[in-house]
C-alpha cells in the first residue's frame, strides 16, 4: 500500500490584523488550545465566541449548599460552566443530572466534561426540555439541589447560523432546537398584525411594537421574504425613522435587542416551558431541597417571584428569596452579559 502524505490543514484566512467573522476566530473557537488567547479576550471584558461564561457561581454555590453524596439537577445545561462547578462540589460522590434540548451544543458540553473526568458515573445529561423534569425525576428520584439559568448561552448568540442577535447577518432561526418547531421567519407568515404587536409588548415590553409590527406587515403584503437577522435590523430601522436622528440609533438598538428577545420566546414556547416548569417544581424536590432561578428579564422574572411567593403562602415553600439577588459589580466588569441578571430561590417545607 503505497503511503499517502498526510494533508496539513492550514489555519483560517481572513483579512487584516484581526478577525472579524464567526469562522475566522479559529483560536476563540478552539480554548483548549489558545488558552492565552481566551484569557486576553475574557481581561478585556468580553466573551470569547463558542463560549459561555457562567454567572453568578458563586451566589449559587453559597445558596444551593452542595454536599457529596447529594442528587442534584441542572435544568439548563449549556456551556456546563454551572454543572462543572456542582460537579467540582460533589467530589466524586452522588449524582447530576443536566437537560438541554440543544442537541448540538450539549454534545460539545458533554465531551467537554468527560475529558475532564466526569463520565456517566456521575453525570447524566438528557435532550429534553426543562418542562419535562417531572419525567427525569421519576427514573432519577427526587433532587436535594436544582438550578435554571433561563438566558440563551453565549456559544448560541454569537453564531450568525443560529439567527439569535441582528448584531450578524444570517437566517432569521431563533430556535433553541433547530430540529423541532418552525423558524422565526416561518412564524412571522403565520400571525397577525395585532397577534404580532401584542406579542412585542409581552414578551419584551416593546414601546414601538406597532410601528415594528405595521412596518414588517407592510414588506410581506409586497411579497418581500423576511428571512435573516439584518433584513429584520434594517425593517425596525425603517420603522424608527420619525425619532430624532440624536436619539435614533440607541432607540434601534434597543428595539432590535427587544424584537429579537420577543421572537425567540414566541418560538421557543419560552413563558409556557417556564409556567410549567414552575408547577411542577416542587414536586421533583426532596424536603429541604433547593432550588436557583437565574433570569433574564422582567417578563422571566414576574412568573417566578410570583410562583415563588405563591407557593410559599400556601407552604410549600419553607423560605424563599424576598429580593432578587445581583451580580456583583466586579462580575458585570468583566461580563457584560450579567449586568441584567437576577437570581431567586426557594427552599422546599
Given at each position: 500500500?503505497?503511503?499517502?502524505?498526510?494533508?496539513?490543514?492550514?489555519?483560517?484566512?481572513?483579512?487584516?490584523?484581526?478577525?472579524?467573522?464567526?469562522?475566522?476566530?479559529?483560536?476563540?473557537?478552539?480554548?483548549?488550545?489558545?488558552?492565552?488567547?481566551?484569557?486576553?479576550?475574557?481581561?478585556?471584558?468580553?466573551?470569547?465566541?463558542?463560549m459561555?461564561?457562567?454567572?453568578?457561581?458563586?451566589?449559587?454555590?453559597?445558596?444551593?449548599?452542595?454536599?457529596?453524596?447529594?442528587?442534584?439537577?441542572?435544568?439548563?445545561?449549556?456551556?456546563?460552566?454551572?454543572?462543572?462547578?456542582?460537579?467540582?462540589?460533589?467530589?466524586?460522590?452522588?449524582?447530576?443530572?443536566?437537560?438541554d434540548?440543544?442537541?448540538?451544543?450539549?454534545?460539545?458540553?458533554?465531551?467537554?466534561?468527560?475529558?475532564?473526568?466526569?463520565?456517566?458515573?456521575?453525570?447524566?445529561?438528557?435532550?429534553?426540555?426543562?418542562?419535562?423534569?417531572?419525567?427525569?425525576?421519576?427514573?432519577?428520584?427526587?433532587?436535594?439541589?436544582?438550578?435554571?439559568d433561563?438566558?440563551?448561552?453565549?456559544?448560541?448568540?454569537?453564531?450568525?447560523?443560529?439567527g439569535?442577535t441582528?448584531?450578524?447577518?444570517?437566517?432569521?432561526?431563533?430556535?433553541?432546537?433547530?430540529?423541532?418547531?418552525?423558524?422565526?421567519?416561518?412564524?412571522?407568515?403565520?400571525?397577525?398584525?395585532?397577534?404580532?404587536?401584542?406579542?412585542?409588548?409581552?414578551?419584551?415590553?416593546?414601546?414601538?411594537?406597532?410601528?415594528?409590527?405595521?412596518?414588517?406587515?407592510?414588506?410581506?403584503?409586497?411579497?418581500?421574504?423576511?428571512?435573516?437577522?439584518?433584513?429584520?435590523?434594517?425593517?425596525?430601522?425603517?420603522?424608527?425613522?420619525?425619532?430624532?436622528?440624536?436619539?435614533r440609533?440607541?432607540?434601534?438598538?434597543?428595539?432590535?435587542?427587544?424584537?429579537?428577545?420577543?421572537?425567540?420566546?414566541?418560538?421557543?414556547?419560552?413563558?409556557?416551558?417556564?409556567?410549567?416548569?414552575?408547577?411542577?417544581l416542587?414536586?421533583?424536590?426532596?424536603?429541604?431541597?433547593?432550588?436557583?432561578?437565574?433570569?433574564?428579564?422582567?417578563?422571566?422574572?414576574?412568573?417566578?417571584?410570583?410562583?415563588?411567593?405563591?407557593?410559599?403562602?400556601?407552604?410549600?415553600?419553607?423560605?424563599?428569596?424576598?429580593?432578587?439577588?445581583?451580580?456583583?459589580?466586579?462580575?458585570?466588569?468583566?461580563?457584560?452579559?450579567?449586568?441584567?441578571?437576577?437570581?431567586?430561590?426557594?427552599?422546599?417545607?
Open positions: 500500500m503505497e503511503n499517502q502524505e498526510k494533508q496539513h490543514k492550514r489555519r483560517v484566512r481572513y483579512k487584516g490584523t484581526h478577525p472579524r467573522n464567526y469562522k475566522e476566530r479559529y483560536k476563540e473557537l478552539q480554548p483548549e488550545k489558545y488558552p492565552e488567547t481566551i484569557e486576553k479576550v475574557i481581561r478585556k471584558g468580553s466573551t470569547p465566541v463558542g459561555h461564561i457562567s454567572i453568578c457561581v458563586k451566589e449559587i454555590l453559597d445558596f444551593l449548599q452542595i454536599q457529596p453524596g447529594q442528587r442534584g439537577l441542572d435544568a439548563t445545561l449549556g456551556y456546563g460552566g454551572h454543572t462543572l462547578e456542582m460537579l467540582k462540589c460533589l467530589k466524586g460522590e452522588g449524582h447530576l443530572y443536566a437537560l434540548v440543544d442537541t448540538v451544543e450539549s454534545a460539545k458540553t458533554k465531551e467537554r466534561l468527560q475529558k475532564l473526568g466526569y463520565g456517566e458515573e456521575i453525570l447524566t445529561i438528557k435532550n429534553i426540555n426543562f418542562r419535562d423534569i417531572d419525567k427525569v425525576c421519576e427514573e432519577a428520584g427526587k433532587f436535594d439541589f436544582v438550578l435554571a433561563l438566558g440563551v448561552s453565549s456559544m448560541q448568540i454569537d453564531n450568525p447560523e443560529r439569535f441582528y448584531k450578524k447577518e444570517g437566517p432569521l432561526d431563533l430556535r433553541l432546537n433547530q430540529k423541532k418547531g418552525v423558524s422565526a421567519a416561518e412564524r412571522l407568515k403565520e400571525v397577525t398584525m395585532e397577534e404580532l404587536e401584542g406579542m412585542f409588548v409581552e414578551n419584551a415590553d416593546e414601546p414601538y411594537a406597532h410601528e415594528i409590527a405595521e412596518k414588517i406587515f407592510a414588506k410581506l403584503r409586497r411579497g418581500e421574504a423576511i428571512d435573516t437577522t439584518t433584513k429584520l435590523q434594517q425593517i425596525i430601522e425603517e420603522a424608527l425613522k420619525f425619532i430624532p436622528e440624536k436619539e440609533k440607541e432607540a434601534v438598538k434597543k428595539s432590535c435587542q427587544r424584537t429579537f428577545q420577543a421572537l425567540r420566546i414566541d418560538v421557543n414556547s419560552e413563558f409556557e416551558v417556564l409556567y410549567e416548569f414552575m408547577e411542577k416542587p414536586n421533583v424536590l426532596k424536603e429541604g431541597g433547593r432550588v436557583a432561578i437565574l433570569t433574564f428579564h422582567s417578563g422571566e422574572d414576574r412568573i417566578v417571584k410570583r410562583a415563588f411567593k405563591e407557593l410559599k403562602r400556601a407552604g410549600v415553600y419553607s423560605d424563599i428569596a424576598n429580593d432578587v439577588i445581583r451580580p456583583s459589580a466586579e462580575e458585570c466588569n468583566y461580563n457584560s452579559r450579567a449586568k441584567s441578571t437576577k437570581m431567586r430561590w426557594a427552599i422546599k417545607a
